[in-house]
């Protein structure tokens, strides 16, 4: 009995080791299935940043990382179980990059302890740290993205849009329908028609929507897709010959991947963004040098500078750097998965730091609290060049409608501590 | 008319062009269907393989560069030369024969005799094969196909039905190529199919393996000719949907299309899969028209699902299938 106890001690300690040495953080990726396109790019970029740290500054405060990937395959039943199934090696944060998954997500981190990131996406609400402790969703939120697309669309006519069409063509799920809500609260406010089309998954199909739109001729569309839905929905407006400079999409929607399909006809098509654009930054020197040259890229090194590359990479940034407000919070180098919910609340980003990363003006400064999971809300319009074959930010960064959002915000909140009995802990 | 009706008359044509395509991946299931009695699940991601590899040819892409890069520490990717289109073509359709002998050499030649739901899981199988394959040959990050087919609005129908009714109609350009490409395939097949040597074998096998092999016919020959053929109707199909979306994972699922168009038209006629891919894609998209809005939208995948299944009710066989009578 005892020689089985001493062997079970050993085997668990054994195993357990690697975890304890090291900062564990998990990348739930999906390089295959129907979203692979997208999922690629944005785990690279994921994947290379933790490489750099490692490889350059020896990981974080002296802790080399050890970053666990698990297939999703974008599907909320291999998410969930690639949560179980990595929880247990100590793992710092969950950035789960799918809404269906986060919201399966929510109750189950929260019981564990494990802080989740789910930036740009996931359950908007969630900003409120008030009601959900262990959700961050800086440095916006779909809520953020609907306001700030009504607000350039606001800019381009002088302010007035009462009167005008604006269509919504949305991915049929947890995450397409997300802006619904904002967009018809905003539509009481500056008097706009909002018209909703729904796409099924996986959005290869969409005539009938195009064609109603060709019939109505919303004077804006705005789109909240991702996958083959972004491409197939940018060729048939090009079809229809919509203007292209109407027609805005989500950060979802706003990749390489959606416009090249379309060639030509996609030029003029307008996205938003929360983070920067290109390789023209200081990091990418680092990057090349220490991971490409190195021959430890994630994948083939070939998706450097693509936009959900960045995004993968300013994840991964935000992630360390709240790991490292963590280690000065607690004055240690090997944080758990609650210190690291701590760092996450005490979160600061400042040009000054962004810039001695190597990334400056890559993204909107702000700063997280216990009441604010979420950031401030900025996000920035971009543009496609066809010609040029590249994006470029039309607008600065730009703080969405808090009149409007955050008493939303609130209400959904309220809701879900009322039903779940979640007490306000912020004092 | 008024504008009501003719936006319905709109709906109708482009449902019509959309199921000329569901009925250009059907057609692939009923080929091999037809002549060995496999439901072919992996129909959808042959369409998927065989874009990803013309591309690949076009683009002179090393295929498994990954691998070879892994395992060799190697950084080799392209052999730095572009394929013209109809010679990229060419060497997929080859590539496309050679799937088709391995599919029958590696897993068919064993499964002689079996039970058709035992042929359907290997299909099921070779589906999951051919997708990771063709993620490790060309990566799986999105490809643009451009093999030169028109693609935007017909400005000549627009500009003429606007002449004629006010009312300018809209029609792809891509689809009116899609249409031509099916009804020349599907004409082709059905004179392959009735009069060749080939094709008369082909019907005899369909009607009765033992028999035929009992004449001399190779069963092995004809069936890496369906499979040929299947694939090659996938390049077409891969091709078509590829030049709308680029070419990715989801190509795969337009399998899920092809499903009720099958149920409908029958799995054992090529003019079926025509008929029931029309049927669905009109279909779909008046109800869409009609009725969608009250619904929340985006009723085409289910509806198609479905009137399939109204249909089943009524005729189990689809409207041009066989009536299959099994005596115990």
Not at chain 1, 15 to 36: C, D, K
Not at chain 2, 172 to 185: C, E, K, M, P, T
Not at chain 2, 280 to 303: H, P, R, S
Request: with cysteine; charged share 15%; proline share 3%.
């Amino acid at each position: 009995m005892k020689l089985k106890l001493i062997t079970a001690v050993t085997a668990a300690m054994m195993v357990a080791a690697p975890a304890m040495a090291e900062l564990t953080f998990s990348a739930l990726s999906y390089r295959t299935g129907p979203y692979a396109a997208n999922g690629i790019p944005f785990a690279d970029g994921y994947q290379d940043y933790f490489t750099l740290m490692n490889e350059r500054d020896g990981g974080i405060g002296g802790e080399r990382i050890n970053l666990v990937e698990c297939e999703t395959a974008y599907n909320t039943e291999k998410g969930v179980e690639c949560y179980e199934a990595t929880k247990g090696q100590g793992v710092l944060v969950y950035q789960p990059l799918s809404t269906g998954i986060t919201y399966q997500l929510i109750p189950k981190a929260t019981a564990d302890n494990i802080p989740m990131h789910t930036m740009g996406y996931g359950r908007t609400s969630a900003k409120n740290g008030n009601t959900f402790s262990h959700i961050f969703n800086y440095p916006a939120n779909y809520w953020d993205g609907a306001s700030i697309a009504i607000k350039h669309i606001l800019d381009v006519n002088n302010g007035d849009i009462s009167g005008k069409k604006i269509a919504l063509v949305y991915h049929n799920s947890a995450y397409g329908k997300e802006p619904i809500r904002t967009l018809e609260e905003l539509a009481k406010k500056h008097g706009y028609e909002l018209t909703l089309l729904a796409v099924d998954h996986p959005g290869q199909e969409q005539k009938s929507q195009w064609l109603q739109i060709r019939r109505e001729r919303p004077d804006y569309v705005l789109m909240w897709g991702w996958g083959v839905m972004n491409s197939v929905a940018i060729q048939e407006a090009v079809n229809i010959r919509y203007p292209m400079e109407n027609f805005i999409g989500i950060w979802w929607s706003g990749s390489e991947n959606d416009v090249l399909p379309a060639g030509e006809g996609a030029n003029g098509y307008k996205a938003l963004t929360f983070h920067n654009l290109g390789s023209d930054y200081p990091l990418y020197a680092d990057l090349q040098q220490y991971v490409k040259d190195a021959g430890k890229a994630a994948g083939a090194g070939d998706q450097m500078g693509t936009v959900l590359y960045n995004r993968g990479l300013y994840a991964a940034m935000l992630a360390v750097e709240a790991a490292k407000t963590a280690q000065e919070i607690h004055g240690t180098a090997q944080i758990t998965p609650a210190m690291m919910r701590d760092g996450m609340e005490a979160l600061e980003i400042t040009e000054e730091k962004m810039a001695a990363i190597g990334l400056p003006n890559f993204g909107p400064t702000f700063s997280v609290s216990c009441e604010n999971h979420g950031g401030d809300g900025f996000g920035a319009v971009k543009q496609w060049d066809a010609a040029a074959g590249e994006w470029s930010l039309i607008t600065d960064f730009f703080q969405s409608d808090q009149d409007v959002l955050n008493p939303l915000i609130a209400e959904d909140s309220a809701a879900y501590a009322a039903e779940n009995n979640i007490a306000a802990r912020c004092e | 008319m008024p504008e009501q009706l003719f936006f319905a008359a709109e709906v109708i044509m482009n449902g019509l062009m959309a199921g000329v395509l569901y009925a250009l991946v059907a057609l692939g299931f009923v080929l091999i269907y037809k002549a060995s009695g496999i439901f072919n699940y992996s129909q959808g991601v042959m369409a998927l393989f065989a874009a990803a590899t013309l591309v690949g040819i076009m683009d002179g892409q090393v295929p498994f560069s990954h691998l070879i890069n892994a395992i060799l520490g190697t950084n080799v990717h392209h052999f730095g030369w572009h394929v013209p289109a109809v010679l990229a073509i060419l060497m997929t359709m080859a590539v496309m024969v050679l799937l088709a002998w391995a599919v029958n050499r590696f897993v068919f030649k064993y499964l002689v005799n079996q039970e058709a739901i035992i042929l359907f899981m290997a299909t099921i199988g070779l589906a999951y094969f051919l997708e990771g394959t063709s993620d490790l040959m060309w990566g799986g990050q999105l490809k643009t196909l451009d093999v030169g087919l028109p693609q935007g609005m017909n400005a000549t129908l627009d500009e003429v039905t606007f002449g004629m009714f006010g009312y300018g109609f809209f029609i792809d350009n891509l689809d009116i190529v899609a249409s031509i490409v099916a009804l020349i395939l599907v004409v082709t097949l059905t004179v392959y199919s009735q009069y060749s040597k080939q094709g008369r074998a082909l019907r005899a096998v369909a009607d009765d393996h033992q028999a035929a092999l009992s004449v001399g016919i190779s069963l092995n020959f004809i069936w890496i000719l369906v499979w040929s053929i299947a694939g090659f109707v996938a390049l077409v199909a891969g091709i078509m949907w590829g030049a709308k979306s680029g070419v990715q994972f989801s190509l795969s699922l337009m399998a899920l299309k092809a499903l009720p168009v099958l149920m409908l038209g029958g799995f054992t006629s090529i003019p079926g899969a025509i008929v029931g891919g029309l049927i669905i894609g009109v279909g779909e998209k008046l109800f869409e028209f009609t009725l969608g809005g009250m619904m929340g939208g985006a009723t085409e995948n289910w509806f198609a699902y479905v009137l399939a299944l109204i249909f089943l009710v009524f005729r189990p066989q689809g409207l041009f299938g066989e009536k299959i009578i099994e005596r115990v």
